[in-house]
């Protein structure tokens, strides 16, 4: 283990242990895993739209969550690059790279932001972006109970998404 993000002994329940990174550097094998109660910032500033393509592989566990820039790119190299059983924030784009999975779990959920706060409060099941992109053979794997709604969903090549339930905004 190379870091530990812990809360302090004194107040533990009041306090939320972050970590902010403004840029993340690697070469995609690596695991980034925000466990519950941690809040993790990437390359998120509130007033920039930007694209991220962190090169790094994410598990984000119940209770844990992860805040991107609005145009976010899956390219880590595992087979599962990105598991989200907890919150992400921030992401309006969301891209899945070549022949890669995104698995969202039963306990995900996703919030987008505006000037600094939540559009919507997050709720447990709801799986909203405006622009989900699946690029040659990459699946997904969603809980049964999930609802997706997008505003367009961009799947190339083989691609095939398994969501229970998908809506249009």
Do not use: W
């Not at 004194?10 to 972050?18: C, H």
């Not at 980034?32 to 910032?41: D, K």
């Not at 190339?156 to 905004?169: D, G, I, L, W």
Request: with cysteine.
């Amino acid at each position: 283990m190379l870091l530990q993000i812990r809360s302090p002994d004194t107040d533990a329940d009041k306090m939320v242990p972050s970590v902010s990174a403004q840029t993340i550097l690697g070469d995609a094998t690596s695991m980034l895993h925000i466990q519950g109660n941690q809040t993790f910032y990437i390359e998120y500033t509130q007033a920039a739209e930007r694209r991220a393509l962190p090169p790094v592989n994410f598990q984000i566990d119940q209770y844990g969550e992860l805040f991107l820039v609005p145009d976010f790119r899956i390219i880590g190299l595992h087979d599962r690059p990105f598991y989200l059983d907890g919150q992400l924030s921030g992401v309006y784009n969301m891209t899945v790279a070549e022949k890669k999975e995104l698995v969202v779990g039963p306990h995900a959920t996703n919030a987008q932001l505006n000037n600094g706060s939540y559009v919507e409060e997050p709720t447990l099941g709801k799986f909203y972006n405006n622009n989900i992109k699946f690029y040659c053979k990459c699946n997904d794997r969603t809980a049964q109970h999930t609802d997706t709604k997008s505003t367009n969903i961009i799947m190339h090549e083989s691609s095939m998404p398994s969501q229970p339930k998908v809506s249009r905004f």
